[in-house]
Nanobody, 121 residues
Framework: QAQLAESGGGSVQVGGSLKLSCVAAPRFPGRCMGWFRQAPGEEREGVAV????????WYADPLQARFKISLDNAKNTIYLEMNSLKPEDTGRYYC???????????????WGQGTQVTVSS
């Protein structure tokens, strides 16, 4: 079974930046890879997704200006650059794989363990 491993989370001040990484082993498990997040007491939501075959990337509208998703096929890794972080960005960030790109977490079938992001005010 394919595995996904996130890293790069941590605690930052408002306005700071973080870059998350997700390594897939032995290869990308699906045609679409994405980042999702979940705050305590809230449902998991889509952040950004990217096609592993060059089809493009998509973002949750409120995050498009501040976040950037990318991939490195040679390393079987995707990244999430987060800038101008706000307290509401706090949550656990998960890497996931699915067959088609969308922002609904219910459509993804392979998940990592998550990495915590905390933005303090």
């Amino acid at each position: 079974q394919a595995q996904l491993a996130e890293s790069g989370g941590g605690s930052v001040q408002v306005g700071g930046s973080l870059k998350l990484s997700c390594v897939a082993a032995p290869r990308f498990p699906g045609r679409c890879m994405g980042w999702f997040r979940q705050a305590p007491g809230e449902e998991r939501e889509g952040v950004a997704v990217i096609s592993t075959s060059g089809g493009g990337s998509w973002y949750a509208d409120p995050l498009q200006a501040r976040f950037k998703i990318s991939l490195d096929n040679a390393k079987n890794t995707i990244y999430l650059e987060m800038n101008s972080l706000k307290p509401e960005d706090t949550g656990r960030y998960y890497c996931a794989a699915g067959s088609r790109c969308n922002l609904d977490p219910r459509k993804y079938n392979v998940w990592g363990q998550g990495t915590q992001v905390t933005v303090s005010s």
